[in-house]
């Protein structure tokens, strides 16, 4: 298939995509009892959950709601079971999801309903209905981990468990990413539209994500009180720059209340709280005032004084008027009542603004019951049964109908119950996985084959298999469960011989019905087993001889060793001193290596203490060859201290340390050859020209390069931080696998803590909080490599005069902006073009994002950031496998120009180069 063909298609797939629904990609607007397909005036699509076959369907009225979809409802019995409805979802995405429940006069029941929420295995809310005209609104703001969600209603304590509607809005940016989303969801708390203009809530078209900004004007009973006398709408009808992504809408940032009194105070009821939330402030200055005016304000929470340091000049902060600020806090200990106030500082003529608000309380994800998996896999067998569509976690919030789970934090299954199901073919293997069972009951169906191994599920109790159509030879490892009480196998096609254990055990054992099942073996098997057993036994007894003496000898040989061992310990350390660096390392004449560099000839490189130049030994391995500059060290013992550690450092993703040399006054450090240079000439030298190293080879660089700086940080005692992490510092070999260069020229971690010490490192790459404390910690070279991310993505230098626009100079402060409003495209390399999956860029922008933090404690360790991104690899070659259109391109045997060596490159790709992953970001 050729370009124009595949573009053709896309666009074909665009248009019919486009065609089809009035919204938003990524909505899903669920009309639970409803019966037909309608838009509403918004604009948004309603489709009837049909699909779902639990439940029942009833219309209501209430007098105020003529929106269609709150006009059904779909209901549950008020039992034990739960109800899930399961949605579509694209996995590793963020996501909205909303329930509300309209009650009006559905049921008959004297108690309004109360019952459990639960997304997945997690529990996110209890509805209590206490008024039948009031819509209930639950929001929850998660990271897709599967290709599907289930949304599940349990517990039912009084009333019947009901739902009127269930939406789902994707998230295309990272506003609400937060280190801890595999951990916890976001449970929405209060969303405020302040200084709204009329009593209705923004939400779409005007939020394209369809999040409802309720208006400071509705005072819902114990929400939002306590208003400070003093407080002034003010709205503008100019436009204000919002910029994309998922920031608050500009309806919503063209009102706000201002504190004419100096001061905006309220008090809000939290739910769900106390508890750890997110919190964040929208600001935009929309207010017209004199030159000499001023306004900056501070945020007072009682109890946190901490919380005041910070001064907020909205016009400064957001460098202009109608522009967004928004600061904000991503965990924060907040109590059910709580009161904040804005005051002006004293310096200010004006009074505090505030545009809008967000709180949402952090909910602790539930991964579920161990034997989820199998589960799943167990009924993805039985689609066309109405047992197999439960949905959800096998085991929480409730069990599945024919489950039983044991309470522990991670259930497992103890019982089943599929008795009378028509079950067709053979006993599923997954049953014999479920190592906790206690209880199977799988007669009166019509199974077929032999019975599995139940040898792994020690703990089972009661086997019933009666009724079937079974075949073959009763297991014999059913005679080894030491806690089987009940075998019940009667009425199949079993045969053979019944295992001489099950028929001396205690329990209850039904046969009938088997006509090819015997209870015993005949005389002459009887016979040959004992012949068996006898010629066993004396090979047995030879084997043991053989084996006591083969040891004794052995040992008397281990013995002697061990005396020679402690001797040369001995000497090794009454010469440690004088010896230290010969021990280990190779130590080269000077003259090979003048030799092997034709004299300092050519030149590869400099920096890092010294000048580092090609060379070749004598049986033609190539080198790298760093000549010290003679400030490095103060003297020949501290050198040789070096040298002595680097030779014990050795890791596959850190440049190999061949030995050193000491002669005539140069300090000389010998390492391998690195042929394709370092990765900032692939990134922005010549060698970047040819485009070769595409996303895939940029992740797979990065976790070489992660490894090495893993190692250095968790593999070695004490632990070495590099100092001088850069986009130069990583080397690619032959076949471009990263190295770390210039490790171990940096001193160990004292203990593991902290360690001063003269500041070293690149512009660009320094971390802020090491230069200005002088405290050393691998989170500084957390920093470092933060900013190697951000080259990764965008190609760009980490400074630059010209290259980021006006506004920023470094290369985080320019990627952030962007990162932060949903725009990755506007970053990532136009050598990249399209060639790339947006998820997978996403993590990596996220995971960078992190790493560049202010402070070493908010950052996080290589190990974590070495899991991102094997995860955004995972993203990548996952979607290449998927999509199934891979074309190859045409680069291998080209060669390669690095800066200052003209080296010819051979084969220098990785199998996965060659592939060029057509992927269309845009059409998700
Ligand atoms: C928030 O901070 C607290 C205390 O510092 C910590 O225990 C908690 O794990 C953090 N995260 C969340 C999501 O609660
Ligand atoms: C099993 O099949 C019979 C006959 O088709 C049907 O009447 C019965 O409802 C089925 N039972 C179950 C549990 O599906």
């Not at 992504?245 to 008090?267: D, I």
């Not at 024919?402 to 599923?428: M, R």
Request: charged content about 20%; overall charge negative; some cysteine.
């Amino acid at each position: 298939m050729d370009m124009t063909c595949i573009f053709l298609l896309v666009f074909l797939l665009l248009f019919l995509c486009s065609g089809s629904k009035a919204q938003m990609p990524g909505f899903l607007s669920l009309d639970c009892g409803g019966t037909e397909n309608h838009t509403d005036s918004l604009g948004l699509l309603w489709t009837p959950d049909d699909q779902n076959t639990f439940g029942g369907t009833s219309f209501i009225s209430t007098p105020n709601e003529a929106r269609k979809q709150y006009t059904t409802v779909r209901y549950f019995p008020a039992d034990d079971n739960k109800y899930c409805f399961t949605l579509q979802v694209e996995n590793r995405t963020r996501y909205l999801v909303r329930a509300t429940f309209l009650y009006g006069n559905f049921g008959t029941s004297d108690a309004y309903p109360k019952f459990d929420l639960s997304l997945e295995a997690s529990y996110w809310s209890t509805i209590v209905i206490s008024d039948e005209n009031t819509i209930e609104i639950e929001e929850l703001i998660f990271l897709a981990t599967l290709p599907t969600v289930s949304v599940c209603l349990s517990n039912a304590t009084t009333g019947q468990p009901f739902i009127s509607t269930l939406e789902l809005r994707q998230f295309n940016g990272s506003l609400y990413f937060t280190i801890f989303e595999t951990q916890y969801f976001l449970s929405l708390s209060a969303r405020i539209n302040f200084g709204a203009e009329s009593n209705d809530s923004v939400r779409y078209p005007d939020d394209p994500f369809d999040r409802i900004w309720e208006p400071d004007s509705v005072r819902r009973a114990n929400y939002l009180v306590d208003v400070a006398p003093g407080t002034e709408k003010v709205s503008t009808t100019k436009p204000v720059d919002v910029s994309y992504g998922e920031r608050p809408p500009e309806k919503v940032m063209q009102t706000a209340v201002v504190g004419r009194n100096g001061s905006l105070g309220y008090r809000l009821d939290l739910e769900g709280f106390p508890g750890f939330g997110w919190a964040f402030s929208y600001f935009a200055e929309i207010e017209d005032f004199r030159a000499d005016e001023t306004r900056k304000f501070k945020l007072f929470i009682p109890g946190m004084p901490a919380i005041s340091k910070p001064t907020v000049d909205v016009e400064e902060n957001a460098q202009g008027k109608f522009r967004l600020y928004e600061p904000g806090y991503d965990n924060l200990s907040l109590p059910f009542i709580f009161s904040f106030e804005f005051k002006k500082t004293n310096d200010s003529s004006l009074g505090p603004i505030l545009n809008a608000v967000e709180i949402y309380k952090y909910m602790q994800i539930n991964y579920g019951s161990k034997d989820a998996s199998i589960m799943a896999s167990l009924v993805s067998q039985y689609m066309q049964a109405n047992w197999a569509h439960e949905g959800g976690d096998p085991c929480l919030p409730a069990s599945w109908s024919w489950v039983e789970c044991n309470s522990d934090p991670q259930p497992k299954v103890v019982s089943i119950n599929l008795s009378g199901k028509n079950l067709t073919g053979n006993i599923p293997l997954e049953l014999t996985k479920l190592t906790g069972l206690i209880d199977l009951q799988l007669d009166g169906n019509f199974l077929t084959g032999s019975i599995p191994d139940f040898g792994e599920c020690i703990d089972l109790e009661s086997i019933h298999l009666e009724n079937n159509q079974l075949t073959g030879a009763l297991p014999s490892t059913f005679a080894d469960l030491p806690n089987l009480k009940e075998l019940d196998v009667r009425n199949n096609k079993l045969s053979g011989v019944i295992p001489q254990g099950l028929i001396g055990k205690h329990i209850s054992f039904n046969y009938e019905g088997n006509p090819n099942l015997t209870s015993r073996k005949n005389g002459l098997n009887h016979t040959i087993v004992i012949i068996i057993s006898v010629v066993l036994g004396v090979l047995v007894a030879l084997a043991a001889l053989i084996t006591y003496f083969s040891f004794a000898h052995k040992r008397n040989n281990s013995h002697q060793k061990g005396n020679v061992a402690t001797i040369q310990q001995t000497k090794k350390l009454s010469t440690y001193f004088s010896e230290v660096a010969t021990e280990s390392a190779h130590r080269y004449d000077l003259s090979e290596i003048e030799d092997a560099t034709a004299n300092f000839q050519k030149k590869i490189g400099s920096g890092g203490f010294g000048v580092v130049y090609y060379g070749k030994l004598k049986d033609g391995k190539e080198i790298a060859v760093k000549v010290l500059t003679n400030e490095s060290y103060q003297g020949i013992r501290e050198f040789l201290n070096e040298v002595t550690l680097l030779s014990r450092i050795h890791h596959r993703n850190l440049v190999t340390f061949l030995g050193y040399s000491q002669q005539d006054g140069k300090n000389i450090l010998v390492y391998e050859f690195m042929h394709n240079g370092t990765l900032k000439e692939h990134l922005r030298g010549p060698a970047s020209l040819e485009r070769t190293v595409n996303w895939i080879n940029r992740l797979q660089i990065a976790e070489d390069a992660a490894r090495g700086i893993e190692y250095l940080h968790a593999g070695c005692s004490p632990t070495i931080i590099h100092r001088d992490l850069k986009s130069s510092n990583i080397l690619l070999d032959k076949n471009m696998n990263a190295k770390v260069a210039d490790f171990g020229l940096s001193k160990p971690a004292v203990d593991g803590s902290h360690v001063s010490s003269i500041v070293r490192g690149t512009v660009g790459y320094l971390d802020p909080e090491y230069y200005t404390s002088q405290q050393l910690t691998e989170k500084s070279d957390i920093y470092s490599f933060g900013i190697i991310l951000l080259e990764l993505i965008s190609g760009q230098e980490p400074i630059s005069n010209e290259r980021f626009g006006a506004n920023f100079r470094n290369i985080i402060a320019w990627a952030t902006s962007y990162i932060e409003g949903g725009n990755i495209q506007a970053i990532a390399d136009p050598f990249l073009e399209d060639n790339f999956e947006l998820q997978s860029m996403w993590k990596i922008a996220e995971i960078a994002i992190l790493c560049v933090k202010p402070h070493g404690n908010q950052r996080p360790s290589i190990s974590s950031v070495l899991k991102e991104i094997q995860e955004a690899i995972a993203i990548e070659q996952g979607s290449g496998a998927t999509n199934g259109c891979m074309l190859t391109g045409n680069s291998p045997g080209s060669s390669l120009n690095l800066d200052s060596v003209a080296l010819t490159g051979s084969e220098r790709h990785r199998d996965a180069s060659f592939l060029r992953v057509i992927s269309q970001p845009g059409l998700r």
